[in-house]
T-cell receptor, first 113, second 113 residues
Protein backbone atom coordinates (compact mmCIF):
# COMPACT_ATOMS: atom_id res chain seq x y z
CA UNK A 1 0.00 0.00 0.00
CA UNK A 2 1.55 3.26 -1.18
CA UNK A 3 -0.42 5.51 1.16
CA UNK A 4 -2.03 7.34 -1.77
CA UNK A 5 -5.78 6.88 -2.00
CA UNK A 6 -8.03 7.46 -4.97
CA UNK A 7 -11.80 7.45 -5.26
CA UNK A 8 -13.81 6.09 -6.89
CA UNK A 9 -12.17 2.86 -8.08
CA UNK A 10 -14.45 2.57 -11.06
CA UNK A 11 -16.60 5.10 -12.86
CA UNK A 12 -18.95 4.46 -15.74
CA UNK A 13 -20.57 7.40 -17.43
CA UNK A 14 -21.89 8.61 -20.76
CA UNK A 15 -20.42 10.85 -23.42
CA UNK A 16 -20.87 14.54 -22.73
CA UNK A 17 -20.96 14.09 -18.98
CA UNK A 18 -18.65 15.52 -16.32
CA UNK A 19 -16.88 13.56 -13.58
CA UNK A 20 -14.58 14.33 -10.66
CA UNK A 21 -11.78 12.05 -9.54
CA UNK A 22 -10.36 12.46 -6.08
CA UNK A 23 -6.88 11.83 -4.70
CA UNK A 24 -5.41 11.99 -1.22
CA UNK A 25 -1.60 12.01 -1.18
CA UNK A 26 0.61 10.34 1.38
CA UNK A 27 0.70 12.12 4.69
CA UNK A 28 3.07 15.07 4.44
CA UNK A 29 3.55 14.94 0.66
CA UNK A 30 3.06 18.35 -0.90
CA UNK A 31 3.29 17.34 -4.57
CA UNK A 32 0.49 15.63 -6.43
CA UNK A 33 0.72 14.39 -10.01
CA UNK A 34 -2.04 13.16 -12.30
CA UNK A 35 -1.46 10.61 -15.07
CA UNK A 36 -3.64 8.98 -17.71
CA UNK A 37 -2.91 5.40 -18.75
CA UNK A 38 -4.50 4.03 -21.90
CA UNK A 39 -3.65 1.20 -24.26
CA UNK A 40 -2.88 3.44 -27.21
CA UNK A 41 -1.14 6.35 -25.44
CA UNK A 42 0.58 4.55 -22.60
CA UNK A 43 1.21 6.49 -19.39
CA UNK A 44 0.87 10.21 -19.96
CA UNK A 45 1.60 12.97 -17.46
CA UNK A 46 -1.30 15.40 -17.12
CA UNK A 47 -0.53 17.93 -14.41
CA UNK A 48 1.34 18.54 -11.16
CA UNK A 49 0.36 20.54 -8.12
CA UNK A 50 2.63 21.59 -5.30
CA UNK A 51 1.14 22.86 -2.05
CA UNK A 52 -1.97 24.13 -3.76
CA UNK A 53 -0.38 25.69 -6.82
CA UNK A 54 -0.01 24.35 -10.33
CA UNK A 55 3.64 23.45 -10.89
CA UNK A 56 3.80 21.71 -14.25
CA UNK A 57 1.47 20.89 -17.08
CA UNK A 58 1.67 18.01 -19.53
CA UNK A 59 -0.67 16.64 -22.16
CA UNK A 60 -3.83 17.78 -20.43
CA UNK A 61 -6.84 18.62 -22.56
CA UNK A 62 -8.68 21.90 -22.10
CA UNK A 63 -11.75 19.87 -21.08
CA UNK A 64 -9.79 18.63 -18.09
CA UNK A 65 -8.87 20.66 -15.03
CA UNK A 66 -7.45 19.97 -11.60
CA UNK A 67 -6.94 21.63 -8.29
CA UNK A 68 -5.27 20.95 -4.97
CA UNK A 69 -7.00 22.01 -1.80
CA UNK A 70 -5.55 23.37 1.47
CA UNK A 71 -5.68 19.90 3.03
CA UNK A 72 -3.54 18.79 0.04
CA UNK A 73 -6.07 16.45 -1.51
CA UNK A 74 -6.54 16.93 -5.23
CA UNK A 75 -9.37 16.59 -7.68
CA UNK A 76 -9.25 16.02 -11.42
CA UNK A 77 -12.31 17.25 -13.29
CA UNK A 78 -13.09 15.79 -16.69
CA UNK A 79 -15.89 17.39 -18.70
CA UNK A 80 -17.61 16.91 -22.06
CA UNK A 81 -16.42 13.34 -21.90
CA UNK A 82 -15.64 11.44 -25.08
CA UNK A 83 -15.23 7.72 -25.71
CA UNK A 84 -11.49 8.25 -26.01
CA UNK A 85 -11.28 9.52 -22.45
CA UNK A 86 -11.84 5.98 -21.20
CA UNK A 87 -8.65 5.13 -19.34
CA UNK A 88 -7.03 4.53 -15.99
CA UNK A 89 -6.29 7.76 -14.15
CA UNK A 90 -3.53 7.65 -11.60
CA UNK A 91 -2.59 10.08 -8.92
CA UNK A 92 0.89 10.08 -7.43
CA UNK A 93 2.58 12.06 -4.69
CA UNK A 94 6.13 12.81 -3.67
CA UNK A 95 7.83 14.28 -0.65
CA UNK A 96 10.38 17.03 -0.19
CA UNK A 97 12.93 14.48 0.93
CA UNK A 98 12.52 12.26 -2.11
CA UNK A 99 11.21 14.39 -4.91
CA UNK A 100 12.21 11.98 -7.65
CA UNK A 101 10.37 9.02 -6.18
CA UNK A 102 6.66 9.08 -6.85
CA UNK A 103 4.14 6.99 -4.94
CA UNK A 104 1.17 5.99 -7.04
CA UNK A 105 -2.40 5.42 -5.99
CA UNK A 106 -4.41 2.39 -7.18
CA UNK A 107 -6.07 4.41 -9.94
CA UNK A 108 -9.59 5.20 -11.08
CA UNK A 109 -10.84 3.29 -14.09
CA UNK A 110 -13.07 5.54 -16.16
CA UNK A 111 -15.34 4.04 -18.78
CA UNK A 112 -17.21 6.40 -21.09
CA UNK A 113 -20.10 4.77 -22.96
CA UNK B 1 12.10 16.74 -25.62
CA UNK B 2 12.73 13.51 -23.81
CA UNK B 3 11.74 9.99 -24.71
CA UNK B 4 12.11 6.41 -23.61
CA UNK B 5 12.14 3.26 -25.69
CA UNK B 6 11.43 -0.17 -24.30
CA UNK B 7 12.06 -2.31 -27.37
CA UNK B 8 10.42 -5.48 -26.05
CA UNK B 9 6.70 -5.66 -25.40
CA UNK B 10 7.22 -8.92 -23.55
CA UNK B 11 10.11 -10.78 -21.95
CA UNK B 12 9.84 -14.43 -21.03
CA UNK B 13 12.26 -16.06 -18.61
CA UNK B 14 12.34 -19.25 -16.59
CA UNK B 15 12.31 -19.04 -12.82
CA UNK B 16 15.83 -19.00 -11.42
CA UNK B 17 17.35 -17.59 -14.59
CA UNK B 18 18.72 -14.06 -14.87
CA UNK B 19 16.45 -11.47 -16.43
CA UNK B 20 17.06 -8.26 -18.35
CA UNK B 21 14.47 -5.68 -19.35
CA UNK B 22 15.84 -3.18 -21.82
CA UNK B 23 15.48 0.59 -21.87
CA UNK B 24 17.08 3.32 -23.94
CA UNK B 25 16.46 7.01 -23.53
CA UNK B 26 16.86 10.37 -25.14
CA UNK B 27 17.08 13.60 -23.17
CA UNK B 28 18.94 16.87 -23.33
CA UNK B 29 21.30 17.40 -20.45
CA UNK B 30 21.86 15.00 -17.59
CA UNK B 31 19.33 12.18 -17.42
CA UNK B 32 17.48 11.13 -14.34
CA UNK B 33 16.35 7.54 -14.88
CA UNK B 34 13.77 5.40 -13.11
CA UNK B 35 12.21 1.96 -13.12
CA UNK B 36 8.69 1.30 -11.88
CA UNK B 37 6.71 -1.93 -11.69
CA UNK B 38 2.97 -2.35 -12.08
CA UNK B 39 1.15 -5.44 -10.86
CA UNK B 40 -2.34 -6.21 -12.22
CA UNK B 41 -5.00 -3.77 -11.04
CA UNK B 42 -2.44 -1.80 -9.04
CA UNK B 43 -0.67 1.51 -9.34
CA UNK B 44 3.00 1.79 -10.23
CA UNK B 45 5.60 1.03 -7.58
CA UNK B 46 9.02 2.68 -7.55
CA UNK B 47 11.90 0.21 -7.98
CA UNK B 48 15.03 2.30 -8.37
CA UNK B 49 16.52 5.49 -9.74
CA UNK B 50 19.74 6.85 -11.17
CA UNK B 51 20.48 10.50 -10.51
CA UNK B 52 24.25 10.61 -10.30
CA UNK B 53 27.17 8.55 -9.03
CA UNK B 54 27.78 4.84 -9.45
CA UNK B 55 26.50 3.52 -12.78
CA UNK B 56 25.14 0.36 -11.11
CA UNK B 57 22.06 1.14 -9.10
CA UNK B 58 20.50 -1.32 -6.68
CA UNK B 59 16.80 -1.20 -5.91
CA UNK B 60 13.91 -3.03 -4.35
CA UNK B 61 13.23 -6.79 -4.54
CA UNK B 62 16.77 -7.63 -5.73
CA UNK B 63 16.56 -5.58 -8.91
CA UNK B 64 19.42 -3.49 -10.23
CA UNK B 65 20.00 -1.32 -13.27
CA UNK B 66 23.08 -0.19 -15.10
CA UNK B 67 23.39 3.31 -16.50
CA UNK B 68 25.39 3.39 -19.73
CA UNK B 69 25.89 6.93 -20.96
CA UNK B 70 27.55 6.06 -24.26
CA UNK B 71 24.75 3.69 -25.22
CA UNK B 72 22.04 5.86 -23.58
CA UNK B 73 20.70 2.77 -21.89
CA UNK B 74 19.39 1.87 -18.46
CA UNK B 75 18.62 -1.86 -18.51
CA UNK B 76 16.91 -3.50 -15.56
CA UNK B 77 18.42 -6.74 -14.30
CA UNK B 78 17.96 -9.41 -11.69
CA UNK B 79 20.28 -12.38 -11.16
CA UNK B 80 17.55 -14.92 -10.42
CA UNK B 81 13.94 -14.40 -11.50
CA UNK B 82 10.93 -15.33 -9.39
CA UNK B 83 7.43 -16.15 -10.63
CA UNK B 84 6.23 -13.29 -8.44
CA UNK B 85 8.34 -10.88 -10.53
CA UNK B 86 5.82 -11.29 -13.35
CA UNK B 87 4.42 -7.80 -13.93
CA UNK B 88 4.58 -4.77 -16.21
CA UNK B 89 7.81 -2.79 -15.98
CA UNK B 90 8.16 0.86 -16.92
CA UNK B 91 11.33 2.79 -17.58
CA UNK B 92 11.16 6.57 -17.22
CA UNK B 93 13.46 9.53 -17.84
CA UNK B 94 13.45 13.16 -16.84
CA UNK B 95 15.79 15.98 -17.58
CA UNK B 96 18.06 16.81 -14.68
CA UNK B 97 16.21 19.03 -12.24
CA UNK B 98 12.77 18.18 -13.60
CA UNK B 99 10.36 16.18 -11.46
CA UNK B 100 8.24 15.13 -14.41
CA UNK B 101 9.25 11.82 -15.96
CA UNK B 102 8.42 10.54 -19.41
CA UNK B 103 7.50 6.89 -19.27
CA UNK B 104 8.15 4.15 -21.79
CA UNK B 105 5.35 1.96 -23.10
CA UNK B 106 6.16 -0.78 -20.63
CA UNK B 107 7.49 -4.33 -20.90
CA UNK B 108 5.50 -7.29 -19.69
CA UNK B 109 7.76 -9.69 -17.82
CA UNK B 110 6.56 -13.27 -17.59
CA UNK B 111 8.50 -15.65 -15.37
CA UNK B 112 7.66 -19.29 -16.01
CA UNK B 113 7.84 -21.85 -13.17
Amino acid sequence: DSGVTQTPKHLITATGQRVTLRCSPRSGDLSVYWYQQSLDQGLQFLIQYYNGEERAKGNILERFSAQQFPDLHSELNLSSLELGDSALYFCASSSEGSVYEQFFGPGTRLTVL
Amino acid sequence: AQSVAQPEDQVNVAEGNPLTVKCTYSVSGNPYLFWYVQYPNRGLQFLLKYITGDNLVKGSYGFEAEFNKSQTSFHLKKPSALVSDSALYFCAVSRGGSYIPTFGRGTSLIVHP
